[in-house]
């Protein structure tokens, strides 16, 4: 049995009653790992689900002090445009603590379960900015980073994996990172009209339900200047499952989360420094996404006209 150290974050308190550390144990061989997409579990950094809670591994070095120490700053409010009153509460995990397995000296953060709400989730990770790479890289860092998607520049984003339940066959249709850095900025649209393609039709409704939550997240980003992000990504997240008893009409059951906060910087309120990435990336996903709304409206009004 591994042992595991515990930092309590509840997001429920007041500021200043957080981070009580207490100490407890885990067996981690009886948890259930995560089944998520750019799972890590091959490389010895599997995540797992406790409940409805989250365990992500993260790096035990600066890059996963930066992202915990994102999270404990969010949900207790120190900086400006954050904490649970503010908008960016709809779409950034909630924090739990952390849980630190002193055997196998890995530390995770503890989130919300972003797939438990859902029956069959269909998820995809897409990796917004203009630059995957942080202001600390150096030469050799940046050509690996470019190298991976020499479209990112451009677009703004990328597609690093997604999982898709197929209605017609029942099961998942799952996608690695090969099939994201395979595509180019001329069909990379192509790719996100798969992921709402469930093997019978588009899913116009979670089209539009996920659009307007993009758009409270662009609305953030276009008016924060506090932080900085890179490598960071925005989950999109759509009820796969159809309900009989609905006559076969899908729901609208969506959400969208920011992740990945290991190589966030802040900045100072008076450099008013946007991140300016994430807003073009953003802003590029919303387009496509209307494009894909405008086709499928084209195709019903030939359809009734036909």
Same mark, same amino acid.
């Given at each position: 049995?591994?042992?595991?150290?515990?930092?309590?974050?509840?997001?429920?308190?007041?500021?200043?009653?957080?981070?009580?550390?207490?100490?407890?144990?885990?067996?981690?061989?009886?948890?259930?790992?995560?089944?998520?997409?750019?799972?890590?579990?091959?490389?010895?950094?599997?995540?797992?689900?406790?409940?409805?809670?989250?365990?992500?591994?993260?790096?035990?070095?600066?890059?996963?002090?930066?992202?915990?120490?994102?999270?404990?700053?969010?949900?207790?409010?120190?900086?400006?445009?954050?904490?649970?009153?503010?908008?960016?509460?709809?779409?950034?995990?909630?924090?739990?603590?952390?849980?630190?397995?002193?055997?196998?000296?890995?530390?995770?953060?503890?989130?919300?379960?972003?797939?438990?709400?859902?029956?069959?989730?269909?998820?995809?990770?897409?990796?917004?900015?203009?630059?995957?790479?942080?202001?600390?890289?150096?030469?050799? @860092?940046?050509?690996? *980073?470019?190298?991976?998607?020499?479209?990112?520049?451009?677009?703004? $984003? /990328?597609?690093? +994996?997604?999982? %898709?339940?197929?209605?017609?066959?029942?099961?998942?249709?799952?996608?690695?990172?090969?099939?994201?850095?395979?595509?180019?900025?001329?069909?990379?649209?192509?790719?996100?009209?798969?992921?709402?393609?469930?093997?019978?039709?588009?899913?116009?409704?979670?089209?539009?339900?996920? @659009?307007?939550?993009? *758009?409270?997240?662009?609305?953030?980003?276009?008016?924060?200047?506090? $932080? /900085?992000?890179? +490598?960071?990504? %925005?989950?999109?997240?759509?009820?796969?499952?159809?309900?009989?008893?609905?006559?076969?009409?899908?729901?609208?059951?969506?959400?969208?989360?920011?992740?990945?906060?290991?190589?966030?910087?802040?900045?100072?309120?008076?450099?008013?420094?946007?991140?300016?990435?994430?807003?073009?990336?953003?802003?590029?996903?919303?387009?496509?996404?209307?494009?894909?709304?405008?086709?499928?409206?084209?195709?019903?009004?030939?359809?009734?006209?036909?």
């Amino acid at each position: 049995m591994a042992d595991i150290v515990r930092g309590v974050y509840d997001t429920t308190k007041k500021k200043g009653e957080n981070n009580a550390d207490s100490k407890g144990s885990l067996d981690f061989d009886k948890l259930e790992c995560a089944d998520t997409v750019n799972s890590r579990r091959s490389k010895g950094r599997a995540s797992f689900v406790l409940r409805k809670t989250f365990l992500k591994p993260i790096e035990n070095d600066l890059r996963g002090q930066k992202e915990k120490n994102f999270y404990e700053d969010f949900w207790s409010g120190k900086a400006p445009h954050l904490g649970p009153a503010s908008i960016a509460a709809e779409f950034i995990p909630k924090y739990f603590g952390f849980e630190v397995d002193t055997v196998k000296q890995n530390t995770f953060i503890k989130l919300d379960n972003l797939e438990d709400p859902f029956q069959k989730p269909c998820v995809i990770d897409l990796k917004i900015g203009t630059q995957t790479y942080d202001e600390d890289a150096d030469n050799d @860092k940046i050509a690996k *980073q470019i190298k991976k998607f020499k479209y990112q520049e451009l677009l703004g $984003y /990328r597609i690093t +994996g997604m999982k %898709v339940y197929d209605v017609h066959h029942s099961e998942y249709r799952l996608y690695e990172k090969e099939y994201g850095r395979h595509l180019t900025n001329l069909n990379a649209g192509h790719g996100l009209m798969n992921f709402f393609f469930n093997g019978r039709s588009i899913r116009i409704d979670a089209i539009r339900s996920i @659009k307007s939550k993009l *758009q409270n997240v662009l609305c953030w980003f276009e008016n924060q200047n506090v $932080y /900085r992000f890179y +490598g960071h990504s %925005v989950l999109l997240i759509y009820e796969g499952n159809i309900e009989e008893e609905n006559l076969g009409v899908p729901t609208s059951k969506a959400d969208v989360k920011l992740i990945d906060f290991a190589h966030c910087y802040k900045s100072k309120p008076e450099e008013n420094r946007k991140d300016l990435g994430s807003i073009k990336g953003l802003k590029n996903i919303l387009k496509v996404l209307e494009s894909i709304e405008q086709f499928c409206d084209g195709i019903e009004v030939n359809t009734k006209g036909s």
